[in-house]
């Protein structure tokens, strides 16, 4: 059985720090790409970061230089750290695990636009900045 399992969410005022987790259990964490997206009330869902098993990585331009995604597949846990953040960053945020270990170094910032990609997905975590 799959799981996605999210933490460390919560609320925060603009220009703090977050971290997000995700443990993940049931599948071969080792050859999964990884990604975090987000939504937002009234938005689609939208792509935050990815990374595959050997590291290859790539951000939204929107969090570009503000978080950091990051994976230890001895653990089979990810990470998000969160820097600077902003009111707009408020949202739901999913932890996804695809099929493929090379979708990041096949379609680059394009893996954020395909949630197709990613076929598990976490419960979601609120993340909350206030201005």
């Known amino acids: 059985q799959v799981q996605l399992v999210e933490s460390g969410g919560g609320s925060v005022q603009a220009g703090g720090s977050l971290r997000l987790s995700c443990a993940a259990s049931?599948?071969?964490?080792?050859?999964?790409?990884m990604a975090w997206f987000r939504q937002a009330p009234g938005k689609g869902r939208e792509g935050v970061a990815a990374?595959?098993?050997?590291?290859?990585?790539t951000y939204a331009h929107s969090v570009k230089g503000r978080f950091t995604i990051s994976r230890d597949n001895a653990k089979n846990t990810l990470t998000l750290k969160m820097n600077v953040l902003k009111p707009e960053d408020t949202a739901l945020y999913y932890c996804?695990?695809?099929?493929?270990?090379?979708?990041?170094?096949?379609?680059?910032?394009?893996?954020?636009?395909?949630?197709?990609?990613?076929?598990?997905w976490g419960q979601g975590n609120q993340v909350t900045v206030s201005s």
């Open positions: 996804a695990a695809g099929a493929s270990s090379r979708t990041v170094r096949a379609w680059g910032v394009a893996t954020l636009s395909g949630p197709g990609r990613f076929n598990y």
């Open positions: 049931g599948f071969t964490y080792s050859s999964s790409c």
């Open positions: 990374i595959d098993p050997d590291g290859t990585f």
